[in-house]
């Protein structure tokens, strides 16, 4: 029994230093340091004066980016081009790109503009697109806006 677990115990550092596997276990440690960083990169929006929701937050290698909206007369197409086009300025300002985009949640004035709203979104997050989710909201997007887009991304 002895000569067996002294056997897996060389095969065990044997791997280890095959694969580099006791240097990963000290990267691990190093970046977890760095992960727990909450750091807002965005405009801060109050009410009243109190602080309300943020317009940006960096938390490690993770970029979320509040929901864009376009608030001015307009259709779908327009509304879409805008609300994509503002995610895209707050993505690059902070280090990203619409590529490394991972996540993005479409809210919808009206369900009848979704494929509108697909027409101007097709292509624009690159070969590889997020993963999204589409809903259309009751009573409408705050502000008036045909669509509202909030995002997640990799820095």
């Known amino acids: 029994m002895t000569n067996r677990r002294s056997a897996f115990k060389k ?7 095959l ?3 006791g240097g990963a276990t000290k990267v691990l440690a190093s970046d977890a340091a760095t992960y727990d960083e909450k750091k807002v990169v965005g405009e801060i ?18 970029l979320y980016i509040s929901g864009k909206g376009a ?10 081009d805008h609300v994509l086009k503002e995610l ?4 690059e300002k902070n280090g990203s790109s619409m590529d490394k985009v991972l996540k993005v949640n479409v809210y919808l004035h009206d369900l009848n503009d979704y494929h509108g709203m697909n027409a101007v979104f097709r292509g624009r997050f690159g070969p590889n697109p997020p993963v999204r989710t589409t809903v259309a909201t009751y009573g409408g997007v705050p502000g008036d806006s045909l669509v509202e887009i909030d995002c997640i991304a990799a820095v």
């Open 88 to 91: 895209q300025k707050e993505l």
């Open 11 to 17: 095969i065990g550092t044997a791997l280890t230093a």
């Open 71 to 80: 608030h001015f007369e307009g259709d779908i197409a327009a509304h879409t």
């Open 19 to 21: 694969f580099g596997l």
């Open 45 to 62: 929006v109050t009410d009243q004066d109190v602080p309300l929701f943020s317009g940006a937050v960096r938390h490690g290698n993770t």
